[in-house]
């Protein structure tokens, strides 16, 4: 069952609705893969905790931390 924080709409329409902690830690381009991997999931699986994995699962295929603990664009 998908449980839903009150006030909170999903999909995700823009990245400024993301949890702080996505948008606290990661780079503008990787909270759009993030916000496109969860809205996808949500739709799909209709879990929001199923979704939010698969959000971090993908900006993790394209982006990594660094010594600074700041996520960063992986080398191709």
Not at 4 to 31: C, F, S
Not at 45 to 71: F, I, M, P, Q, T
């Amino acid at each position: 069952m998908s449980k839903r924080r009150k006030g909170v709409e999903m999909p995700y329409k823009q990245i400024t609705q993301l949890p702080d902690n996505v948008k606290n830690n990661l780079p503008k381009h990787a909270q759009e893969i993030y916000k496109e991997a969860f809205n996808s999931a949500e739709d799909q699986y209709g879990e929001e905790d199923r979704a939010h994995r698969v959000g971090w699962s993908a900006v993790e295929n394209k982006y990594e931390k660094n010594d600074k603990g700041n996520w960063v664009k992986k080398d191709s």
